[in-house]
């Protein structure tokens, strides 16, 4: 992961800044969301599934090298693209830059504001998963590292 | 007690004459949410009826004046608002009483809604006279609070709840209607017309059969009050429930109206001020209907305004309503079957204003979101109906709802936005 996750906000932020109306926001949102790789069947469980979402949405997380790498999916379009843009930004990064990296992008963008409220709520929902998972993780490795070194001494 | 004629609430007659014939322009007029815009400057085109109704003028200045001039207490004080406020809320309870043309005001339950209402008779007349092994009869229609309602009293009794399927038109199969009620029935509990499919059942003959196999009949009429007249003595209901906010009237009123003598035999649901006789620890005596159920200061100035909006209708006038309703219907289903993939769920023979549909694979929340981008305000999600969604094998519909102040420009503007929708995601 070359990108930082300020870098990764950014380029969002300036992704968006192209074009001039809604529509094209939309469209380019509904593109992101066609281009965006599905996950595996296994994760489409109700475990999995992010509650609070009006569309259906899967997120799954995998700690890598001290590294939460998401997987998620929605069975609507609008939301893959949103779904694209979170896992731009937090996926790959470690718990302590999740947890700590408010979404300022989505106000940024003011997709808020152009959502309906049960997809703004739904876009929350998936954020405070994405941190619980990161929380979660960080808090499995400090317990393991604790454990660990009690172990050694 | 006789309360004094107040010419500042007591100004109009309680019904009023009708104005005329129908004028879709005019009645546009009197709804001031109709000329919002939305996202910058799309006019609103409001699709979104059977989730609630908007409000006309009228409704929102009762209201306002209510709260200007006359608020009180109800039922309590001698002081002039007061009794103002009472005469004011029961004036509207006798405005239900005609809307319904029941026998009399006593038969008339100010609830929160139509949920409200049917949970009313469910813990109260259910929890009082179901058995263990007794049928309660709903249809694969209903909406959620007709199913959830009595699965809770359910539990509490030992009956059993039945269901009534419908076919793939979402027309109840009205043999296996027959079939199912039995001497166990003792409870049919179904709606008037479907929220979610549209489907008018045919409530005269439901409530005819339910008698004659010694069943009440419960009628949900939600989705029915805003669009016909209603007669609960020629339907000959036991109950019939409604929402005030759905036929004009603000949120958080609605009406159970029963039959006195089954009122009468109800025990009260809920406790507290204004349905009590007398109080002591020794024992309680409760008020006679309707305030049995009407405990704690009730939505007053929701009571009011749902008068109000109940005086607007019977001025517009349901013949007329009704008639723009039909051809509205029609215009609307066949513009929307131009639209290529588009999948009508809900085609009953008899049928009021509701267009669920899918069009292809394209998910309805994203047809909802794009189509509210371009002001065109629908719902999407399975509007508390799962059931009736599983019946067709999805989750979700988008769902366009008329009202008699849509036209057809409205219609217009739904399926080009439609359309533009199908385009940004195929």
């Known amino acids: 992961m070359t990108q930082t996750i300020a870098e990764a906000q950014k380029e969002i932020v300036e992704e968006f800044a192209f074009f001039d109306d809604w529509e094209q926001r939309f469209e380019h949102l509904i593109d992101l969301g066609k281009s965006h790789l599905d ?50 930004v937090y996926s790959g990064r470690t718990p302590e830059e999740i947890a700590s990296t408010p979404p300022k992008f989505v106000d940024e963008l003011g997709l808020n504001e152009h959502l309906t409220q049960g997809r703004a709520n739904g876009l929350a929902s998936m954020i405070e998963q994405i941190k619980l998972y990161a929380v979660a993780f960080g808090q499995l490795e400090k317990s393991h590292f604790g454990n660990g070194k009690e172990q050694g001494t | 007690m006789p309360i004094a004629h107040d010419p500042r609430i007591d100004g109009k007659p309680a019904t009023e004459p009708a104005r005329g014939p129908f004028d879709v322009e005019r009645v546009r007029a009197d709804f001031p949410t109709l000329r919002e815009t939305v996202h910058g400057d799309k006019p609103l085109a409001y699709l979104d009826n059977a989730a609630t109704s908007l409000k006309p003028q009228c409704v929102i200045d009762t209201l306002n004046d209510f709260y200007t001039h006359d608020n009180s207490n109800v039922h309590r004080g001698v002081h002039t608002l007061s009794q103002r406020a009472t005469f004011a809320f029961e004036r509207a309870r006798g405005k239900v009483k005609n809307l319904l043309n029941a026998e009399s005001e006593k038969e008339i339950v100010f609830t929160r809604g139509a949920t409200e209402a049917l949970n009313l008779v469910a813990q109260s007349y259910g929890g009082t006279f179901l058995k263990p092994g007794d049928e309660i009869l709903v249809s694969e229609m209903e909406h959620h609070a007709n199913i959830v309602s009595w699965q809770l009293i359910q539990e ?9 399927p419908m076919d793939d038109t979402g027309e109840l199969r009205m043999d296996e209607f027959h079939r199912l009620l039995g001497e166990r029935t003792k409870i049919v509990s179904i709606v008037h017309i479907s929220n979610a499919l549209g489907t008018v059942n045919p409530i005269g003959e439901i409530v005819a059969a339910a008698h004659a196999a010694g069943a009440i009949a419960v009628v949900d009429g939600a989705q029915s009050v805003p669009h016909a007249r209603i007669d609960v003595r020629a339907m000959d209901a036991d109950f019939f429930v409604f929402s005030g906010h759905k036929v ?27 349905m009590i006789d007398r109080v002591a620890f020794d024992g309680t005596t409760f008020n006679v209907i309707p305030h049995k159920f009407e405990a704690g200061t009730p939505h007053i100035a929701g009571a009011i305004g749902l008068g109000a909006a109940i005086d607007y209708l019977t001025r517009t006038g349901f013949d007329g309503i009704e008639e723009h309703e039909a051809k509205l219907l029609a215009y609307a289903t066949e513009r929307l079957l131009e639209v290529e993939g588009a999948r009508i769920f809900g085609t009953a023979g008899k049928k009021a204003g509701v267009l669920s549909f899918n069009v292809g694979d394209l998910h309805p929340h994203d047809l909802g979101s794009i189509m509210d981008m371009e002001g065109v305000a629908t719902r999407v999600g399975h509007h508390c109906a799962q059931p009736a969604m599983r019946h067709f094998g999805i989750s979700a519909t988008c769902r366009a709802s008329l009202a008699f102040y849509n036209d057809e420009g409205d219609i217009d503007r739904f399926i080009a936005a439609l359309n533009k929708a199908v385009r940004m995601l195929k």
Request: aromatic share 6%; charged share 25%; hydrophobic share 40%.
């Open chain 1, 39 to 88: 996950i595996p069947d296994e994760y489409k469980t109700e475990a999995y599934r992010v509650r609070g979402c009006q569309s259906t949405v899967w997120l799954h997380p995998e700690l890598k090298d001290g590294r939460v790498v998401f997987q998620a999916t929605s069975d609507a379009m609008i939301v893959r693209g949103l779904i694209a843009l979170l896992l731009k």
């Open chain 2, 156 to 164: 509490r009794t030992g009956a059993v709840l039945r269901v009534v």
């Open chain 2, 248 to 274: 004009l009237g603000p949120t958080g009123i609605g009406v159970l109206y029963g039959k006195r003598e089954l009122l009468e035999s109800m025990p009260p649901w809920q406790g507290g001020g204004d």
